[in-house]
């Protein structure tokens, strides 16, 4: 397993842009599929971004398809998001997972088999 940190949260107008990091504490990284969740207030966690160790197989929920972009950098141990066109509905706090054993499927699956999360990064979205 790895430790993980996100950074790169901020508050932004719509319309706006932001760019979120993860960085894993070891080279486990490499071999993890990577995914970014988010919770808004009042809402359940969403899963939004998945990539694969290799960066060959990426997904998106359909709410950020589009506007966001994930991306990793292996040689640095970081994964990254990137988010445009932002709204006041991706207002949350986004949190990175790793998982060493699944990489597809539902959402809700991907979360239950990450054995590892960060402590989250909050963006705000201002009308």
């Known amino acids: 397993a790895v430790q993980l940190v996100e950074s790169g949260g901020g508050s932004v107008q719509t319309g706006g842009s932001l760019r979120l990091s993860c960085t894993a504490s070891?080279?486990?990284?490499?071999?993890?599929?990577m995914s970014w969740f988010r919770q808004g207030p009042g809402r359940e966690r969403e899963g939004i971004a998945r990539?694969?160790?290799?960066?060959?197989?990426?997904d998106y929920a359909d709410s950020v398809k589009g506007r966001f972009t994930i991306s990793r950098d292996n040689a640095k141990n970081t994964v990254f998001l990137d988010m445009n066109k932002l709204m006041p509905n991706d207002t949350a706090m986004y949190y990175c997972?790793?998982?060493?054993?699944?990489?597809?499927?539902?959402?809700?699956?991907?979360?239950?088999?990450?054995?590892?999360w960060g402590q989250g990064t909050q963006v705000t979205v201002s009308s």
């Open positions: 990539i694969s160790p290799l960066g060959d197989v990426i």
């Open positions: 070891n080279h486990d990284f490499i071999v993890s599929c």
């Open positions: 997972a790793a998982s060493l054993l699944w990489c597809s499927g539902e959402w809700d699956v991907q979360a239950k088999a990450s054995e590892s």
